[in-house]
């Protein structure tokens, strides 16, 4: 218990420059007390005592505005980066090194029974605001981009942008260089050049007229 929960602080420390010590992040980080607070949760739902571990995940949202339902599989060295506003289901997985920020809802669309939520893969970033719904997969080593909603199977080793969710490969490996916010959108690319395609038309155009003058 005790090395889960100096990897957890540790995990903390490593991916968020604003922390400074073990004891800010045990003590003032709502994302390190929400998963502290699954862990024992998720042990009584598992031994079938759902009373007590639904009231530790409701005593869970009121003080730290995270709702993780304690069916919900979560791996090691998962981080919540902020943390307001974010829902897990309950049939929920997440795999190891998982990062994810503000206003994520890991959710059902309503119309599936049993498995009704997602599975994140490993290493995965889910930015701000994001939403993954229904029994989707999410493949390792991927970044979903802030405000994504991805409603279909996503890659591994790929990024995922815009609503509904549109995957961008580089070389089949994932975009070291980007962060929840600096990732290409391809439907703004395509409209770009679509954009430039026109002006060139017009000019064209203008010159015809010109020479007919």
Known sequence: MFDRMREDIRCVLDRDPAAHSAIEVMLLYPGFK??????????????????????????????TGIEIHPGAEIGRRFFIDHGTGIVIGETTIIGDDVTIYQGVTLGGTGKDIGKRHPTIGNNV??????????????????????????????????????????VVRRNGKRVQDLDQVHIPDPISQELCKLRAEIDKLKKKMEEQNNESI
Request: glycine share 8%; net charge positive.
């Open 125 to 166: 970033l889910i930015g701000a605001g994001s939403k993954v719904l229904g029994p989707v997969t999410v493949g390792d080593n991927t970044n979903i981009a802030a405000g994504a909603v991805v409603l279909d199977k996503i890659p591994e080793n790929s990024t995922a942008v815009g609503v509904p969710a549109r």
């Open 34 to 63: 929400a998963i502290r607070s699954h862990r024992k949760a998720h042990w009584f739902y598992t031994h079938k005592m759902f009373f007590i571990a639904r009231m530790i995940s409701q005593r869970n949202v009121k003080k």
